[in-house]
């Protein structure tokens, strides 16, 4: 039996790489994903590569938009019957990040309302259905910098320091509610758009350096959210999961 056999999925940032690699991941293993981005024919073509079939539902959807969220969450459940897992994968940083007396005020909101917030709306409209299936699991994106010191980039540093802070405080509120909350921790990630910054930016190169068994692909961040939405991890909750080939440790 695959390991997500039965399950349904609702997956943000589904269009970006590490998105993609866990919706053809979860669609391998078994579950029903409703695949969410805010830009709705990526989404579309990130089903078609993953075969996903009538096991796929493509949902526009911005994770900063209470109504939006509410609507993609409903959608979910009327196509699926329940919800088992959250994937809360959309966010990101931008050029504009810098160190706090440089950083502009607009990037500094723009990163807590994307990251920060958009999890917060996720997880508030998706547990409740999440708790009435009986359980399940939410997955939150973190990131090494929320381990670790980046310099120049903290206005993503506060997001997703709260990310982290914000899953352990629901783990502790929802286990009676039989939901476990965890969050991965990506190092430097080989996506598309990283792949393209690496030719540009000295800083990336350095930092690619420093991860003791190379950068990190999409599919290693995968393979950590199969298993946290798998029954493998049913007495683990509460963790920031590390997939950063050592960098937070050098």
Not at 166 to 182: F, G, H, L, W
Not at 186 to 199: A, D, I, Y
Request: include cysteine.
């Amino acid at each position: 039996m695959a390991r997500l056999d039965g399950k349904v999925a609702f997956i943000t940032g589904a269009a970006g790489g590490i998105g993609r690699a866990i919706c053809a991941r979860y669609i391998e293993e078994g579950a029903q994903i409703a695949a969410a981005d805010i830009q709705a024919e990526a989404v579309a073509e990130c089903l078609a590569e993953a075969s996903a079939g009538e096991r796929g539902l493509a949902l526009a959807c911005d994770i900063t938009d209470p109504a939006s969220v509410r609507r993609a969450i409903a959608d979910t459940v009327a196509r699926y019957g329940r919800l088992d897992i959250l994937c809360n994968v959309a966010g990101g940083s931008s050029a504009a990040d810098a160190r706090v007396t440089e950083a502009p005020d607009e990037e500094f909101w723009r990163v807590i309302k994307l990251d920060l917030y958009g999890t917060f709306l996720c997880c508030k409209h998706a547990i409740p259905e999440i708790a009435r299936s009986g359980g399940g699991a939410i997955v939150n994106m973190a990131s090494m910098v929320a381990l670790m010191a980046l310099t120049e980039r903290d206005c993503y540093t506060a997001a997703k320091g709260g990310v982290a802070s914000m899953t352990r405080s629901m783990a502790v509120e929802y286990a009676p509610d039989n939901i476990r909350v965890n969050a991965i921790a990506p190092g430097l990630v080989l996506t598309p758009r990283v792949e393209g910054l690496l030719s540009e930016r000295d800083e990336l190169r350095r930092l690619a350096a420093q991860h003791l068994l190379g950068p990190c692909r999409p599919l290693d961040i995968a393979e950590m959210a199969v298993y946290l939405g798998s029954g493998e991890s049913r007495v683990v909750t509460g963790q920031v999961l590390s997939v950063d080939s050592g960098v937070t440790i050098y």
